[in-house]
């Protein structure tokens, strides 16, 4: 049972500081947005995400089309978007992402160099670049800094957080 409790516990905390909510807060649901062509990369996003002790909805789309519909319909906190997808690229959904919601956080995910990219994505208004190979140990450090406002930018050398 020890062991039990302090991985709850861990959990627990985990997900106050994703949200850097006062114990007594209401929970509030925290609504994602994965769009990537592999399944295999939002099966870990969901696994990750879904490891944190809170109230967090993952809704995930194989293409930018269908991320696109998803987004016309429902509310995200944050969106992670793949660049190279088949159809409708990375690129030309963040332009619509924008379009559609100024506001709205896009962290993109991708297997490529953020310098090959980066700066590309955030004129286009996107708050973040991860490469998916820093996805299991810098995915939820990159959705705190969003949802603080921030930025996130991680590249070979690791990450640069703005907030």
Not at 39 to 58: C, D, H, M, Y
Not at 92 to 100: F, G, P, S, V
Not at 110 to 128: C, D, F
Request: proline content about 4%; aromatic content about 6%; overall charge negative.
């Amino acid at each position: 049972m020890g062991l039990n409790t302090n991985f709850n516990e861990w959990r627990h905390r985990l997900w106050l500081n994703l949200y850097r909510v006062k114990i007594d807060d209401p929970p509030r649901l925290l609504q994602i947005l994965a769009i990537d062509d592999s399944l295999q990369v939002l099966t870990a996003v969901k696994e990750l995400l879904g490891e944190v002790a809170g109230p967090i909805r993952v809704d995930s789309a194989t293409s930018a089309e269908a991320g696109l519909a998803l987004l016309t319909r429902e509310h995200y906190d944050v969106i992670l978007l793949d660049l190279v997808m088949p159809g409708m690229d990375g690129i030309a959904a963040l332009k619509e992402i924008m379009r559609l919601r100024p506001e709205q956080r896009v962290l993109i995910m991708s297997g490529h160099s953020a310098l090959s990219y980066s700066n590309a994505v955030k004129r286009l208004g996107a708050r973040g670049y991860l490469q998916k190979e820093w996805i299991p140990t810098r995915l939820m450090e990159a959705i705190r800094a969003l949802l603080d406002g921030g930025e996130y930018w991680c590249a070979d050398d690791g990450p640069t957080v703005s907030r």
